[in-house]
């Protein structure tokens, strides 16, 4: 969005309430104990404070953090399969689903709209506590919204992990006999739920291709607005990250990929 297009009003009121104020105000408080007391304990603490902050909201190091996953990302393919797989990010206690799984949904729904797949199977959709019926809830209702037909949506509801989401989803598609299926994901996710469903069906003749939700932008190249390079929605980003570096090491160590 163009600065054109972004009132004057919106820009200053985000970066008041940005880490901006506070990475100022704390380079302040670091540069005038340094100045009356040299490098103490108070001033080094400060500095490190501020570090901290400017790296976990910062915008550039959280693109450098994930991108060794963005580079492991399987090439997204748009090609005819049995089925569409969709993993889930999530969902509210109210039945909503997450911002990730949202648009992870819409990515799946646009792949079967343009008539990739008669059938979306969506993974790990809700599971406890969420109580059912379960077509009211996460990934469901934005396909239905979308004009995926009911009987066309396959819920996988007993996974709470992605190995699980591999696990519970394999079954499903040796009772229908898929044999070709579309993984639909993030892309720093990708990896690792497609190496998953490599692991398990390495011994069976099963196609898989796989779609990340950033292949479905046309703007994901874009860049960061200057007002919105240092954003608290960044230190979120990077622990969703931090929480698929360990899921790879952890399913490695325990041979799960």
């Known amino acids: 969005m163009s600065v054109t297009a972004y009132p004057l009003k919106l820009i200053l009121e985000e970066l008041f309430f940005s880490p901006v104020p506070f990475l100022i105000l704390l380079l302040i408080l670091a540069g ?29 190091f959280f693109q450098w953090f994930a991108s060794p996953l963005k580079w492991l ?6 090609k005819q399969v049995d089925a569409i797989v969709v993993a889930s990010a999530g969902v509210h ?36 506590p969420y109580a059912p019926p379960v077509s009211i809830k996460g990934i469901h209702i934005i396909l239905r919204g ?12 007993r996974s709470a992990d992605t190995y699980g989401n591999g696990v519970e989803t394999v079954k499903i598609i040796a009772e229908r006999d898929l044999k070709r299926i579309l993984l639909v994901s993030h892309d720093y996710h990708l990896f690792r739920l497609s190496s998953v469903f490599e692991k398990l069906e390495e011994e069976q003749q ?12 046309k703007d994901t190249t ?6 919105k390079v240092f954003d608290w929605e960044n230190f979120r980003r ?12 952890t399913y490695k160590a325990t041979e799960r990929i």
């Open 93 to 128: 206690s109210s039945g909503a689903p997450t911002p990730s799984s949202t648009l992870r949904a819409y990515t799946a729904g646009q792949l079967y709209l343009e008539g990739l797949a008669p059938l979306v199977i969506v993974t790990g959709g809700v599971t406890e």
């Open 238 to 249: 990077l622990q969703t990250i931090a929480h698929e570096y360990i899921g790879l090491l």
């Open 73 to 78: 990302t399987p090439e997204s393919v748009r």
């Open 206 to 217: 099963l196609e898989v291709v796989h779609y990340s939700f950033a292949a479905n932008q």
């Open 146 to 157: 979308m004009g995926v037909k009911d009987e066309d949506i396959v819920i996988e509801d």
């Open 32 to 60: 005038s104990s340094w100045r009356r007391n040299g490098w103490t304990l108070q001033s080094k603490t400060l500095l490190a404070v501020w570090t901290v902050l400017l790296l976990s909201t910062s915008s550039w």
């Open 222 to 227: 874009r860049i960061v607005s200057w007002w």
